[in-house]
């Protein structure tokens, strides 16, 4: 099941699927406003300095959590936190998450944690005896206490017994030790003054009293590694140089100095004396590698990825936005829409929700930048108006276009006043006056091709002020006698009085075939999921579009919103509209799963058939194999993810 789970996350992962919690606000930084590394305790796992932790989700998968720790320890598997305010955090096979009860932490060790009271904490609960306590030590499964009156505790890692504690000393000045350090039989005490004094609970005198041997006097930081055939210390000096410990006899002498480090403050041990990491006094690390240095720096954003749920919308849609971090540590990050800076050229067109979604207001091609960590992407969407505009005209080779509803439709105003109209779209200003060739625009005098006319539901212009305003590309069509205003990819249709008749003639029969059939809703129009309804007739309208009437089970009558012929017969043919089918006889799946559906959820156990009525297809699927199993990950447009073992949802990431 592990191998199964770590190939799911696996997939996720090259699928570009990670969890991030919320953002907080910044602290230490860099210069260039990222946060430092505040420590590190093995590859990948890095908390920094703003109390975000970078770690690893069963070793395999790379995840961020912005948060408030401010202490860890653990490896690449699982480790434990002390947030800035005292509270414990843990993780493994997850991210971060609080240990219910356990607050007012003082101090954070391997698998101990020591509380602002005085009492020393495990997994276990409240560990015995121990009161009073002011520093502690683990390491190697050892674990040592000092408390506040001196006495010096030690439990050995093969101890029988895990609540009886030998005392190694009595320490006469223990308030001026600033750390213990505990590996295997050894306890170092780090001093204030830089004194460091190990008592090893082997090394003792004829009358089994262990014996204090001083190993350094400037010392700033230290750390313990396993070695053979001594533990070796590594001991950071007021000087900012790094030494070691040697052999047996030497053990309580620096006799080696790490060369090429300087100007280091404290050492996170990786994997022994020649492979360790080294903070420097300007706040940054590096990687200490058999006397090589290597620089490592915080994961950083790299590339984004935008998405939105349309490129190509209606005037009136509402867009999602998914944003995606990729880090330089190979991370993806899902983003808040909120939580990055969009910015759109044409905000008139479109405009930015305060819940980071877009409301399309009008036809045109528009450009949505969005930056997130100092990285920008733009891309084009291209808005287009669902329903038809009517009254243009074609008259010697100059089309006519009815100047309110079109310029509104761009997302522009128009006003009146003394037979002068003033419109606006955008930055762009123009006045014309019905029968006037003379007119203007953004306050510049300019003659027009041909005069407006005055007609009596509106003042027609003539398409080349359009085009000389806003660019628009406007083309009359013959078969259908309609003006279509174009902008890339964006798109606009206006009728004629002579286009509806056009268009019922020339599909008079086409789309009769479906009246008198029966379907079952599935998407469409926020109308009841999986009820029955009937087709009774398809009408069209003066625009040229037709309208779809149904007639539920119950004899009420529902309209579709006007739309093409060819748009008639894509909805009804379209399982994401509409079943031809009873989709409940079809599939006996329980009344469980059916309200699961009907509300749009997805849960664990669900097959893929069940997770493709409720979300619909996939944006992209990746398939992979573990331990005779076949493990299929979809990931949807917003990033959202599901992954089905041998066809049942294993793994849901909203």
């Known amino acids: 099941m592990r191998k199964i789970l770590q190939t799911i996350i696996a997939a996720c992962l090259m699928m570009g699927v990670v969890f991030a919690g919320p953002g907080i606000a910044l602290n230490k930084v860099f210069a260039d406003g990222e946060p430092q590394i505040e420590d590190i305790i093995g590859k990948n796992i890095y908390l920094l300095s703003d109390g975000t932790l970078w770690s690893m989700v069963d070793g395999n998968r790379i995840i961020r959590t912005p948060g408030n720790i401010a202490t860890v320890v653990g490896n690449e598997y699982f480790g434990l936190g002390m947030t800035k305010d ?18 007012g932490l003082k101090q954070l060790v391997e698998d101990y944690w020591l509380k602002m009271d005085g009492t020393v904490w495990n997994k276990v609960g409240k560990l015995k005896g121990l009161e009073g306590v002011s520093l502690i030590g683990s390491g190697d499964k050892a674990f040592a206490a000092l408390k506040q009156n001196g006495e010096l505790l030690y439990l050995d890692a ?60 400037d010392a700033v930081h230290l750390a313990i590694t396993a070695a053979h055939p001594t533990d070796i210390m590594i001991v950071t000096r007021r000087d900012g140089t790094v030494w070691f ?32 990491y080294a903070k420097r006094t300007d706040g940054s690390w590096v990687l200490y590698d058999d006397g090589e240095v290597k620089p490592v720096d915080a994961p950083r954003v790299q590339s984004v ?14 867009l999602s936005v998914g944003i995606q971090e990729t880090y330089t540590n190979k991370s993806k990050i899902k983003v808040a829409p909120s939580a990055a800076n969009m910015t759109v050229d044409k905000p008139y067109l479109l405009k930015i929700q305060s819940d ?42 100059i089309v006519y276009l009815p100047a309110k509803p079109v310029i509104q439709a761009l997302g522009g105003t128009v006003a009146s006043a003394n037979g002068t109209i003033t419109a606006t779209i955008g930055d762009v200003t123009m006045t014309f006056k019905a029968g006037d060739f ?3 625009l953004n306050g510049t005098p300019i003659k027009l091709k041909a005069a407006p006319l005055a007609d009596k539901t509106d003042t027609l212009i003539p398409s080349s002020l359009l085009t000389d305003a806003v660019g628009a590309r ?23 009085t002579e286009t509806a008749v056009l268009i019922k003639k020339a599909m008079q029969g086409s789309l009769v075939k479906y009246i008198g059939k ?28 037709f309208v779809i009437i149904f007639q539920s089970a119950g004899g009420k009558t529902l309209k579709s919103y006007p739309m093409s012929s060819s748009s008639v017969t894509d909805i009804l043919t379209d399982e994401g509209y509409f079943f031809s089918y009873d989709p409940k006889k079809k599939y006996a799946w329980s009344a469980s799963i059916w309200s699961q559906i009907k509300a749009g959820k997805v849960s664990l156990g669900m097959t893929k058939e069940q997770v493709r009525f409720s979300w619909g297809a996939p944006a992209g699927k990746s398939t992979a194999t573990a331990a005779g199993k076949t493990i299929e990950t979809w990931v949807y447009r917003d990033f959202s993810t599901v992954s089905f073992v041998n066809g049942k949802a294993t793994f849901i990431l909203y």
């Open 474 to 496: 406007v083309q009359w069509d013959t078969t259908w006698k309609e003006a279509v205003i174009t902008f890339a990819s964006a798109k606009m249709t206006v009728v004629s």
């Open 356 to 397: 980071g979604k877009l409301k399309v207001t009008g036809v045109g091609e528009i450009q949505l930048t969005v930056t997130t960590s100092g990285i920008s992407k733009t891309m084009t969407i291209s808005a287009s108006l669902r329903n038809n505009l009517k009254y243009a005209k074609q008259d010697k080779g």
């Open 158 to 217: 093969n101890s029988s017994s895990r609540d009886k504690y030998r005392k190694l000393g009595t320490i006469t000045d223990a308030s001026s030790v600033v750390s213990l350090t505990v590996f295997n039989s050894r306890v170092e005490l780090l001093y204030s003054s830089g004194t460091v004094i190990e008592y090893d609970a082997f090394n003792f005198d004829d009358n089994a009293q262990i014996i204090p041997v001083q190993v350094a006097s």
């Open 245 to 276: 410990t040697g052999d047996y006899r030497d053990r309580w002498k620096l006799v080696r100095q790490a060369t090429g480090l300087g100007n280091v403050v404290k050492t996170a041990v990786y994997k022994g004396a020649d492979l360790f």
């Open 305 to 318: 990825d935008v998405t939105v749920s349309e490129s190509k919308p209606n005037v009136g849609d509402t």
């Open 86 to 103: 005292g509270k414990l955090v843990e993780w493994g096979v997850s991210g971060p998450r609080p240990v219910e009860g356990q607050t």
């Open 518 to 545: 029966s379907y079952w809703i599935n998407g469409f129009q926020q109308w009841d999921r999986f009820s029955k309804v009937t087709v009774s007739d398809i009408a069209p309208d003066e625009l040229g579009d």
């Open 438 to 440: 003379n007119a203007s």
